[in-house]
């Protein structure tokens, strides 16, 4: 579903829902709430970050994205309370199942791709680490500032690729055991919201091509960079469903 890019003055001024993303760049955490808010056909406007706005972080409550904000309620920075401000909205679809024993795991699942030590998370830090390694990842002086954001040490830096490893390895076992049940997706039979972040995600490890996904060439190289742990890890169906989620359920070019 087509948005609006406003300025945070004109968002300060407006009801309805209003977001705060990352300009320019796939983050898998704004990617994933636009392809909720999309999937649900929830009508919205985007603002995007300035790290040195001081109004922006007065009315977002802080220097980073995603956030939500909804009429005058608080502003929602969180995946999982991003998910539960769609789902009060936009009931149908919904992208939590009935069932409590499902529902469950797709909270368990979205944790291990989109909290803290999750795949984005630990995938951020094994791109800061290499960056500051000269080992590919991020630009240097981007990986400096990212490091201090993020607390990044050295040794959370060297752990991050076992646990990346682990990660991928789980979610690729997962959608081969949901295949072979003759499901596409992660919980159930149908379309929940793991696999979006899953699909988002991927962005981080194999970005879309140039003409869906527009982004500096620098960025894209950091985004692909992987060592063998990495690749072997990176299972070719987590791919195949990322392509599938575009193609059926989630909007392209992506809008950046």
């Not at 060297?158 to 997962?174: C, E, I, N």
Request: aromatic content about 8%; some cysteine.
């Amino acid at each position: 579903m087509a948005f609006q890019y406003i300025d945070v003055d004109e968002a300060t001024k407006r009801h309805g829902l209003r977001m705060v993303v990352v300009s320019a760049v796939p983050s898998p955490w704004g990617e994933a709430a636009k392809g909720i808010l999309h999937i649900k056909g929830i009508e919205w406007a985007a603002v995007r970050l300035v790290y040195d706005s001081e109004p922006l972080r007065e009315w977002a409550g802080q220097r980073s994205a995603p956030v939500a904000v909804y009429d005058d309620e608080k502003p929602r920075a969180g995946w999982a309370e991003i998910l539960l401000l769609a789902e009060r909205l936009a009931p149908n679809p919904s992208l939590l199942p009935i069932d409590p024993a499902e529902r469950a795991l797709v909270f368990g699942f979205g944790h291990e791709i989109c909290g803290e030590a999750g795949l984005g998370w630990s995938r951020r830090l094994q791109l800061i680490h290499a960056g500051l390694q000269n080992a590919g990842g991020f630009p240097e002086h981007v990986a400096k500032y990212l490091g201090r954001k993020y607390g990044y040490t050295p040794e959370t830096g060297a752990a991050s690729a076992s646990r990346v490893a682990g990660l991928l390895g789980m979610l690729g076992g997962r959608l081969k055991a949901q295949c072979e049940r003759g499901s596409r997706y992660y919980v159930g039979d149908s379309l929940t919201a793991v696999d979006v972040y899953s699909a988002t995600c991927m962005a981080l490890f194999d970005p879309l091509p140039q003409e869906q996904c527009a982004m500096s060439a620098s960025v894209r190289v950091a985004f692909a960079t992987r060592d063998a742990q990495t690749q072997a890890a990176l299972d070719p169906l987590l791919l195949k469903h990322r392509d599938m989620m575009y193609a059926e359920h989630l909007e392209l070019p992506l809008s950046l």
